[in-house]
């Protein structure tokens, strides 16, 4: 029996280069799964190419934009609210920093919380509007006194335990697929803002950042071998999400690790696209030689295609 397998990538994403020789390699090594590879923009192309395949295909999104019907299992991103993000990680039992919505009644104690926490945005994402605040402070704001770009319009805004993780912000961010890690990088907060010597010192140090992947950061492999298990755990609550960028930071005091986000969407494709290629020009890090990012990436699309194609008969 042939099973038909069908990619789907968006090319600015940078992971259609990666799966072209992911589609090789399955056709030198699987002769019963026949492959193919089409960009997620709309084109006549991938409308053409996608009519052609027969029925039972399995195809793997990699990204969000669904623009055809499905002719067989499809298995691609969509979003996960964060909060549901909390909630899921939180109830199997991963280590989530505290966390709770900001209403109109919250008032946190400094005695729980810790004298600062962190307020962000349940819909933002890429560090976008999160800010450092005095627990004491936390006040709620409705939706509409937010100025008109920021992410407070769209959800609920949360206050979340301050994760201590150095003088300067650490993260970790781990690509996985299909539940298997598939790189891990390191983020460095930049070092020319003022150290933060402390957990509580945030007022001996104005400017100083707390994400670790704005702009100036640095980049390194992560050779923390406890980090990209615990993406691979993470990753099990949502088995059919084929890809997910797992962000996670250790308290640098007491050793524990803790799942900051999920990135969901397919917008953590850091092989390749700009961060991989920065990471490769710039600190001359070679994420796909990190792991054996392509043999991962092939051998587990033939087992998901198979394992798909055998449920389907």
Known sequence: MTIPLAFYCYPKKGAIDDFREVARRIEARAPDIRPRVFSSTINLATLFGTLSLPKGTVSIELDRVKLLAPRGKRLSHGRIPKLEQLRGLREAGIKVPRWTEIGPDTKLDPGEWGPYVVVKPSRGSRGANVRIQKTSRVRY???????????GRKGPMIAQQFVYTGKWPVAAKVLTYFGTAVAAMEYHGREELLPL????????????SI??????ARMALCDDPEVPRLAERVHALWPDQPSLGVDIVRDSQTGELFVLELNPTGNSWILSGAVGESAKHQFGIDLHAQFGALDILTETSIAVARRFAEAGR
């Open 141 to 151: 704001k409705a939706p509409d006194e937010f100025p008109a770009d920021h992410a």
């Open 197 to 208: 010597t402390d957990r509580d010192r945030f007022g001996d140090a104005p400017g100083s």
């Open 211 to 216: 994400v670790a992947s704005a702009m100036g």
